[in-house]
């Protein structure tokens, strides 16, 4: 007699305590119901299926089996989050379809090169997780690091297959084979810099800006403030044409005297240089 064996689809608890076993922190993700509402019972939750259930996370996340299992014995309709930073060894590139993130992406990959092959998954919301190794020291989670994409490393998670997404559909990896038999990429040199930039960005938004431009500026501190602020225009993607004609318009307006146009030029064309070559030796590494 020939008995057939049928497999049973596994539950998130079976995710869940695999990537505990990889090294993986594992935490309660708030989930998805039937009628495609967040279980944590608000009808207007502005992260469905996204929030963490414990406002201390970081702390009560775990790859204790025993702890996992019994996290989601008796609530089998959380989602699974993983905690990303130098605790798991991961930093996820976060791709938001509804964000503009897959052209972002596809801009950069035509610039700098394609990904290496790493873990990715597909998430319920039509964009992609890409898992690579978190550097020594870790990184910073960066939101908005380029339009439609999120960095998560420390003080991050990610949510992880098979959680659902509010639209009803399921994270799930992008390989049925286990996630293990593809080695986890090193993040891309040209995405460490863009990380550093972005960084440079925040340090940038510390100044008062409406402040600045509204100051006049005496002869000896011309060249340094035409130099800060196309640094910041540049930093923000501002076309280099663009960005000589803002700051060749403001020199005019507020540097007592103003520099002639050649030698703006020459501050913009200098600074520039700067940037390009930052961009163009992470791509280079790449």
């Known amino acids: 007699m020939n008995v057939e064996v049928v497999k049973r689809k596994p539950v998130v608890t079976d995710y869940a305590t695999h990537y505990a076993e990889i090294g ?4 309660t993700v708030a989930g998805i119901t039937a009628d495609l509402k967040c279980t ?4 207007n939750c502005k992260a469905a299926g996204k929030h963490p259930m414990l406002a201390d996370w970081p702390n009560k996340s775990s790859m204790d089996l025993e702890v996992i299992r019994n996290y989601f ?7 699974v989050g993983i905690c990303t930073g130098q605790r798991s060894r991961l930093v996820v590139l976060d791709v938001d379809a509804r964000s503009g993130g897959l052209e972002t992406l596809e801009e950069c990959l035509q610039l700098y090169g394609d990904l290496p092959l790493t ?13 690579f190794k978190c550097p020594l020291g870790g990184l910073p989670s960066r939101i908005s690091l380029l339009p439609g994409i999120d960095l998560k490393c420390e003080g991050g998670y990610v949510v992880a297959p098979p959680s659902r997404h509010l639209s009803g559909k399921e994270y799930v990896w992008d390989t049925f084979q286990d996630i293990e038999s593809i080695p986890m990429a090193p993040l891309p040199d040209w995405l460490q810099h863009l990380i550093v930039r972005s960084a440079q960005i925040q340090t940038d938004s510390k100044v008062d800006w409406q402040k600045f431009i509204d100051t006049r500026v005496q002869e000896g501190g011309r060249n340094s403030n035409l130099a800060k602020l196309t640094g910041h225009l540049l930093r923000r993607w501002v076309d280099p044409y663009v960005c000589l004609k803002i700051v060749y318009a403001w020199n005019c307006l507020w540097c007592d005297p103003p520099l002639d146009f050649q030698e703006v030029l020459g501050i913009v064309n200098s600074i520039s240089r700067i940037q390009l070559t930052q961009l163009t030796q992470g791509a280079g590494n790449a």
Not at 119 to 131: A, I, K, L, R, S
């Open 24 to 27: 993986w922190p594992v935490l």
């Open 119 to 131: 873990p990715m998954v597909h998430t319920g919301g039509g964009g992609n997780h890409y898992y």
């Open 40 to 43: 944590c019972g608000n009808d």
């Open 73 to 79: 014995a008796n609530h089998g309709d959380l989602n």
